[in-house]
């Protein structure tokens, strides 16, 4: 089928090809979409070369599905265009997320939601995603009441330039700042902008999310998120309160049967989830996985992912893959 995927230069649209071709969606003409400035570079994919076009251009082209990856402005511009032209869109940014009209998608949490109406689809934040992987198969066993979420989130969530800023700072070289603040031998607790609530627009996503993509309003979330000078992906520290007692054994087996979740569970042979070992990989990976003991019913456990695969990429090709299944596309 013919894909296009608007973002193609950006680090989330080049993951995008990387993914498309790795997972062999059956991609016949692709359609690499950026800005007018980038028109006429060349993106090689499969060994092919094809010429980015603009958003305009790609329209007239009629792709069956576009992945947009180009930023919150160029999705509300052109995503209803695209819609209106019959193209499935797949899009990345927060644009779309929190609109009642459109579905917010993570295959194995509510893939089923999916329908041929559902024209325009977010992709939902990248902690988000991995942690209602995580949390789904807990909820539907012990219903979560509760969930106290730290993350450390590495600087490719960012972009470019934030990769840019860490390397130069660890070279000595003065370069352009995507931070405030030096982000090398730091923390910034500031992701996003911030809301007259005191939290961020990156902690109100991961509350407000959570309860769409989980269908249940009923779960109370609080957030606190965190850049950290690392690039393999994000890293979450979770607290989760359930009505229901549970078994350690149990929610281990819960967690090893879920589509999409490694556990790596061994503190004794220090086995825990990592960024680097999670970078360049599709999975969730859980483990720390412990009772909190100042609380009944309260589960301590660590989940990483890499935030440009599962957390981006991955999750928007895999929404293509199922609405291809489901003969939607």
């Given amino acids: 089928m013919k894909v296009a995927v608007v973002g193609a230069t950006g680090l989330v649209g080049s993951e995008m090809l990387t993914v498309l071709a790795e997972r062999n969606f059956p991609v ?29 251009e790609a329209i007239a082209l009629k792709p069956d599905v576009a992945l947009f990856s180009a930023g919150g402005s160029t999705s509300t ?47 939902p934040n990248c902690s988000t995603i991995q942690m209602v992987v995580a949390l789904k198969p807990l909820h539907d066993k012990y219903k979560i009441k509760r969930v106290v979420v730290s993350t ?7 972009g470019v330039k934030a990769v840019q ?25 500031h992701i996003d902008v911030f809301q007259d609530n005191g939290y961020t627009k990156e902690e109100m996503k991961m509350i407000k999310e ?16 965190v850049r950290i000078p690392v690039m393999g992906g994000h890293s979450e520290s979770l607290n989760i309160e359930f009505e229901n007692e549970f078994d350690l054994k149990d929610i281990r ?15 004794a042979n220090l086995a825990y989830p990592m960024p680097k070992d999670a970078h360049g990989r599709d999975e969730v990976f859980v483990g720390r996985i412990r009772r909190d003991e100042s609380q009944d019913k309260t ?23 199922l609405l291809n299944k489901k003969g939607l596309i």
């Fill in 299 to 321: 589960l301590n456990m660590w989940v990483v992912a890499d935030n440009l695969r599962k957390g981006a990429a991955t999750n928007a090709v895999q929404i293509a893959e």
């Fill in 77 to 123: 511009e052109f995503a209803p265009l695209f819609a209106e032209a019959g193209i499935t869109v797949i899009d990345n940014s927060s644009a779309w997320r929190m609109d009642p009209t459109k579905k917010l998608v993570v295959p194995e949490v509510n893939g089923d939601v999916l329908t041929a109406e559902d024209k325009i689809i977010a992709n």
């Fill in 28 to 56: 016949t003409t692709l359609i690499p979409v950026a800005s007018e400035k980038s028109k006429g570079k060349e993106i090689e994919f499969k060994g092919k070369k094809y010429a980015v076009v603009t958003a305009t």
């Fill in 165 to 189: 800023q860490l390397n130069d700072e660890r070279a000595g070289i003065e370069g352009e700042k995507a931070y405030p603040y030096q982000i090398d031998l730091n923390v910034i607790p």
């Fill in 253 to 267: 087996s819960v967690l090893e049967a879920q589509s999409g979740v490694i556990v790596v569970d061994d503190p």
């Fill in 210 to 225: 959570t309860n769409k993509i989980m269908q249940d309003d009923s779960i109370k979330v609080t957030a606190t998120t």
């Fill in 152 to 158: 450390y989130q590495s600087v490719t969530g960012t």
